[in-house]
């Protein structure tokens, strides 16, 4: 079973900031947390991923909670193309990922 | 560096074939993985692999057999095809700490 929770939906405004919330309260201690992003029926995309710290790259900033509970992923300038369902995921044992239901992100004009 | 390359790209077959999905990486990782998406789901692992010899069981492994004879190929068999392995199959490749790198999927339909 996933062990992360995602709302099933958000909208966004083209050029807004797109704020994906995620919570994965029974994370273990050296769990990372990892997010996808997967474009109508094309394989899924690898954004970013940490395990303590926040953490920037070129395309997010993934902010997790000191008490590691929770975690948002943040698309600072949302654009059409940035349509997709994203997904949280708990990396566990095994480099394996589990993957969960995702959040549609619809970013409109 | 073509990445994760997935043969075929559609496939239909009869129900009771059998047939094999090939994954290929030109990465050197050493993780390599399978998943299933139905429609309007998300992903489900059916089988995975740590490195060329190594492979065990996801979430889903009844019907299929993998096998890891190289770090480069996971092939995916599927024994005796249904209608309920209807579906679109990704592979994925990952080196340890980084992301994975998911191939361009497999659209099977069992009729």
């Known amino acids: 079973d996933a062990k992360t929770t995602q709302p099933p939906s958000m909208d966004c405004a083209e050029g807004r900031a797109a704020n994906l919330p995620c919570n994965h309260s029974?994370?273990?201690?050296?769990?990372?947390v990892y997010w996808y992003r997967q474009i109508h029926s094309q394989g899924p995309q690898y954004i970013i991923h940490g395990l303590k710290n926040n953490e920037t790259n070129e395309m997010a900033s993934l902010i997790i909670t000191e008490d590691r509970k929770s975690s948002t992923l943040i698309l600072p300038h949302a654009t059409l193309r940035d349509t997709a369902v994203y997904y949280c995921i708990v990396r566990v044992g095994g480099n394996k990922l589990v993957f969960g239901a995702g959040t549609i992100l619809r970013v409109k004009s | 560096n073509a990445g994760v390359t997935q043969t075929p790209k559609f496939q239909v077959l009869k129900t009771g074939q059998s047939m094999t999905l090939q994954c290929a990486q030109d990465m050197n990782h050493e993780y390599m993985s399978w998943y299933r998406q139905d429609p309007g789901m998300g992903l489900r692992l059916i089988h995975y692999s740590v490195g060329a010899g190594i492979t065990d069981q996801g979430e889903v492994p009844n019907g299929y057999n993998v096998s890891r004879s190289t770090t480069e190929d996971f092939p995916l068999r599927l024994l005796s095809a249904a209608p309920s392995q209807t579906s679109v199959y990704f592979c994925?490749?990952?080196?340890?700490?980084?992301?994975?790198?998911f191939g361009s999927g497999t659209r099977l339909t069992v009729v």
């Open positions: 029974t994370i273990s201690g050296n769990e990372y």
């Open positions: 994925a490749s990952s080196q340890t700490g980084h992301g994975y790198t």
